[in-house]
């Protein structure tokens, strides 16, 4: 099984970056689809996008198209999310997933393994 930890949330202002990451443990993020979702109250669980295991191949949500990005560090076992250009809009909790297998996958009930969540809230 793999233990996932996200960090970097925070505070941001409209038309800032974030950056966050998510650490793996007890097995390596190359065995993995890793994905990313934000979730808001009173909302289900919305993907974001996520990088295909087995390569660095990505997708990603048409609303955060050409403003996040997905990467994986294999050294450090750790992906990312980088946000720029934030809206008010993409204020949520964010949280990433992994999954064994190499598919598209977008729903969060096909998800096994989740981290904690992060905190990214964005001011107009």
């Known amino acids: 099984q793999v233990q996932l930890v996200e960090s970097g949330g925070g505070l941001v202002q409209a038309g800032g970056s974030l950056r966050l990451s998510c650490a793996a443990s007890?097995?390596?993020?190359?065995?993995?689809?890793m994905a990313w979702f934000r979730q808001t109250p009173g909302k289900e669980r919305e993907f974001v996008g996520l990088?295909?295991?087995?390569?660095?191949?990505?997708w990603y949500v048409d609303s955060v198209k050409g403003r996040f990005t997905i990467s994986r560090d294999n050294a450090k076992n750790t992906v990312y999310l980088q946000m720029n250009s934030l809206r008010p809009e993409d204020t949520a909790v964010y949280y990433c997933?992994?999954?064994?297998?190499?598919?598209?996958?977008?729903?969060?009930?096909?998800?096994?393994?989740w981290g904690q969540g992060a905190q990214v809230t964005v001011s107009s």
């Open positions: 007890g097995r390596t993020i190359s065995s993995y689809t």
């Open positions: 990088i295909l295991r087995g390569s660095d191949s990505t």
């Open positions: 997933a992994a999954d064994y297998r190499q598919n598209i996958l977008t729903s969060a009930a096909e998800y096994a393994y």
